[in-house]
């Protein structure tokens, strides 16, 4: 099993300018998600899915969308970069047992995106 | 509102001592899970140790050891023995329902 995997792993952009970040996971987890990490800060929630055609906001959901079409994938999109969005973006899968609560999240490797 | 606290933004260890992380939550549940996750200049996040509030027992993995105070909402992670290896970023993990709530981390730093 590859796990979750991230693309890119490394991207720079231009203010205004839209992308979409990569996430795929082939263990078959209905649950995935998508966090941003900024120094001092830890992990924030972005978006999340329970499974496909299912997804829903995080705590910090301004300015990303997300789709489900498949179990395997979870792509996140920039419509417009900012400067604020600069950040490491990870990825997430897990069974959801108990609502989400009692599984480890299986990380991807990360995203790191700088927007200019 | 910030659901996780971790009120030490670095700590640095002697190889082969032992270095305790804290960890303070809020909630009102009463049955719930606590975890500590790891994470090496790598950025590869890595699951360290996993708490089931409903469990007396403190958990453990090798040496990667908690300190579960339900009363106190308190979640420590002690490390014996530590090793270079060991050098990484720390984070106390909360999940509300689909929600994973991290803390800011602290910085574990191993001298040789």
């Known amino acids: 099993n590859a796990g979750v995997t991230q693309t890119p792993k490394f991207q720079v952009l231009k203010t205004g300018q839209s992308m979409t970040l990569q996430c795929a996971q082939d263990m078959n987890h209905e649950y995935m998600s998508w966090y941003r990490q900024d120094p001092g800060m830890g992990l924030r929630l972005i978006h999340y899915s329970v499974g496909a055609g299912i997804t829903d906001q995080g705590e910090v959901p301004n300015g990303y969308n997300v789709s489900r079409s498949t179990t395997e994938d979870f792509p996140l999109r920039l419509l417009s970069a900012a400067p604020s969005q600069t950040s490491v973006y990870f990825c997430a899968s897990s069974l959801p047992r108990d609502r989400g609560r009692g599984e480890t999240q299986y990380f991807g490797p990360g995203t790191r995106l700088l927007v200019l | 509102a910030q659901t996780v606290t971790q009120s030490q933004p670095e700590m640095s260890v002697q190889e082969a001592e032992t270095v305790t992380l804290s960890c303070t939550y809020d909630?009102?549940?009463?049955?719930?899970?606590l975890f500590w996750y790891k994470q090496p200049p790598s950025r590869q996040m890595i699951l360290v140790i996993r708490q089931e509030a409903y469990k007396q027992q403190n958990a453990t993995e090798n040496r990667f050891s908690v300190n579960f105070q339900k009363a106190a909402k308190s979640f420590s992670l002690k490390i014996s023995d530590s090793q270079l290896g060991d050098a990484a970023m720390y984070f106390c993990?909360?999940?509300?329902?689909?929600?994973?709530?991290f803390g800011a981390g602290t910085t574990v730093t191993v001298r040789a």
């Open positions: 909630t009102s549940e009463s049955d719930y899970y």
């Open positions: 993990a909360y999940p509300n329902d689909y929600k994973l709530s």
